[in-house]
T-cell receptor, first 115, second 114 residues
C-alpha cells in the first residue's frame, strides 16, 4: 500500500504566478488535510476535506487560496498570485474515517519557493 | 481555542541520556493526543498516541501518558540514540465528522551527540 503521495516535491514560482499542489491519499482513505509549515515554525492546519466536500477551512487564508478533493483524482491546493510570504512546506495528510485514534498519515511535502 | 505548548529547543543530549520533552495542552473537550517526529527533509511520522485520560502511548522506547489533571502529555525516553535526532511535535485532535484537524505545538528539536 503506497503512502500519501505529493507532487511536485519542490516548486519554484515567481511572484504573481499560480501554484498548484497535488496530494493523492492512501488507498481507502477518504479524509484529506492540508497543513503549512513556515520556516522555523510548527505546522498550521489549513483545510480538511472529504470527497467533494470541504469540512473545515478555518485555517485557509481568506484570499488566493483554495482546495478541492474531487470524486476522482487527487486533492489540489491552489494558490493564486503567489507572494514571497507563501514560501513554505505544504504537507498533506490522509486518514480513514474510523474514530478517535485514527492516525493521519503524512506525505513528504511540497516545498514552495516564491522568487 | 484549543492549543498545544511544548518546551523550547533545541535540546542537546549525549547518547544514552534520559530525555523529557514537556507538552501541555488546552482543550474544550476530550481530545486525542499525539507525538509526531520529523526527520530532516521529510514529512511527519506518528510516534505514539493516546485517546483518553491515563492512557500510555509507547513506541521505539518512547513513552507518554495522557494526564487530564495536569493537561499534559510529556514525551520520555530512558536512553536516547544518535538516530533519535529529529524535531518532535506534540499535537491534539478533537473528533469532528470522524476526523478532525491536528493542532500542533511549535516543535522541539533534539540533537543527540555520540
Amino acid at each position: 500500500n503506497a503512502g500519501v503521495m505529493q507532487n511536485p516535491r519542490h516548486l519554484v514560482r515567481r511572484r504573481g504566478q499560480e501554484a498548484r499542489l497535488r496530494c493523492s491519499p492512501m488507498k481507502g482513505h477518504s479524509h484529506v488535510y492540508w497543513y503549512r509549515q513556515l520556516p522555523e515554525e510548527g505546522l498550521k492546519f489549513m483545510v480538511y476535506l472529504q470527497k467533494e466536500n470541504i469540512i473545515d477551512e478555518s485555517g485557509m487564508p481568506k484570499e488566493r487560496f483554495s482546495a478541492e478533493f474531487p470524486k476522482e483524482g487527487p486533492s489540489i491546493l491552489r494558490i493564486q498570485q503567489v507572494v514571497r510570504g507563501d514560501s513554505a512546506a505544504y504537507f498533506c495528510a490522509s486518514s480513514p474515517p474510523s474514530g478517535r485514534g485514527n492516525e493521519q498519515f503524512f506525505g513528504p511535502g511540497t516545498r514552495l519557493t516564491v522568487l | 481555542g484549543d492549543s498545544v505548548t511544548q518546551m523550547e529547543g533545541p535540546v542537546t543530549l549525549s547518547e544514552e541520556a534520559f530525555l523529557t520533552i514537556n507538552c501541555t495542552y488546552t482543550a474544550t473537550g476530550y481530545p486525542s493526543l499525539f507525538w509526531y517526529v520529523q526527520y530532516p527533509g521529510e514529512g511527519l511520522q506518528l510516534l505514539l498516541k493516546a485517546t483518553k485520560a491515563d492512557d500510555k502511548g509507547s513506541n521505539k522506547g518512547f513513552e507518554a501518558t495522557y494526564r487530564k489533571e495536569t493537561t499534559s502529555f510529556h514525551l520520555e525516553k530512558g536512553s536516547v540514540q544518535v538516530s533519535d535526532s529529529a524535531v518532535y511535535f506534540c499535537a491534539l485532535r478533537e473528533l469532528v465528522n470522524q476526523g478532525g484537524k491536528l493542532i500542533f505545538g511549535q516543535g522541539t528539536e533534539l540533537s543527540v551527540k555520540p
